[in-house]
């Protein structure tokens, strides 16, 4: 497995599971990202293509952490809801 800058890193066989959260963008296509790795996320503009590129994203972040001797991050629940707030308009 080829990572950042060249340097190989081992692949090994562990699967991780990670959580996504996907958003429709208002000028078109997709936002994806992983709320339990921060800073990663990607778009596209379809879900499919959204969903390959935060794969590749999340492959990228842990190879970084890898490269840089970091834990994997543990995968904490999340949870996706709706709130109704009354608005007072002046």
Known sequence: M???KGKSLTKTSKTHSFAVVYEADPDGGFVA???NLPGCHS???TLEEAEENI???IEV???SLALHKQ???QERKTF????????RIA
């Open 2 to 4: 080829q990572s950042m």
């Open 33 to 35: 990202f992983a709320p």
């Open 43 to 45: 778009q596209g503009d």
């Open 55 to 57: 794969k590749e994203a």
């Open 61 to 63: 972040y842990m190879e």
């Open 71 to 73: 834990p994997a991050p």
């Open 80 to 87: 996706q809801g709706t709130v109704n707030v009354p608005v």
